[in-house]
Nanobody, 125 residues
Framework: QVQLVESGGGLVQAGGSLRLSCAAS????????MGWYRQAPGKQRELVAT???????DYADSVKGRFTISRDNAKNTVYLQMNSLKPEDTAVYYC???????????????????WGLGTQVTVSS
C-alpha cells in the first residue's frame, strides 16, 4: 500500500513563507505525478501545483511566481515552497500522487490517485 504523510503547515503572517513536505511510504518503484491541492472553508478543493517524474511543473494562476513545487525521487517526497503568502492562501493543503508502481509483498502493481490527510496553512493579515 501507499501512504502519504504531510508536514510543514502552520500559522504565518502575510508576506511570510512556509515549506510543505509530503513523503510517500511503501515499497515504491516509481511515482509519475505528485502535487498539492488545497481546500478553503466553504470552497471546493483546487489544484495548487503538480510536478511529473520528469520535472514538468504546472501551477494555479493564483500562486505563480510565489510558490515552487519540487520533488526528490529518491525519497519519494514532494515539496511546496510558499513565499509571499496571502490571507487567501489559507486552506488545508493536501498532497496527491498518481500512477504509482509499488510492491504489495507478493507482486508489483500500480495504483492511482492517493491522498494525504492534509495540513492546515493559516495566513494572518
Amino acid at each position: 500500500q501507499v501512504q502519504l504523510v504531510e508536514s510543514g503547515g502552520g500559522l504565518v503572517q502575510a508576506g511570510g513563507s512556509l515549506r510543505l513536505s509530503c513523503a510517500a511510504s511503501g515499497s515504491i518503484a516509481s511515482i509519475n505525478a505528485m502535487g498539492w491541492y488545497r481546500q478553503a472553508p466553504g470552497k471546493q478543493r483546487e489544484l495548487v501545483a503538480t510536478i511529473t517524474s520528469g520535472g514538468t511543473t504546472d501551477y494555479a494562476d493564483s500562486v505563480k511566481g510565489r510558490f515552487t513545487i519540487s520533488r526528490d525521487n529518491a525519497k519519494n517526497t514532494v515539496y511546496l515552497q510558499m513565499n509571499s503568502l496571502k490571507p487567501e492562501d489559507t486552506a488545508v493543503y493536501y498532497c496527491n500522487v498518481d500512477r504509482v508502481i509499488y510492491f504489495t509483498g507478493t507482486l508489483w502493481t500500480n495504483g492511482n490517485d492517493y491522498w494525504g490527510l492534509g495540513t492546515q496553512v493559516t495566513v494572518s493579515s
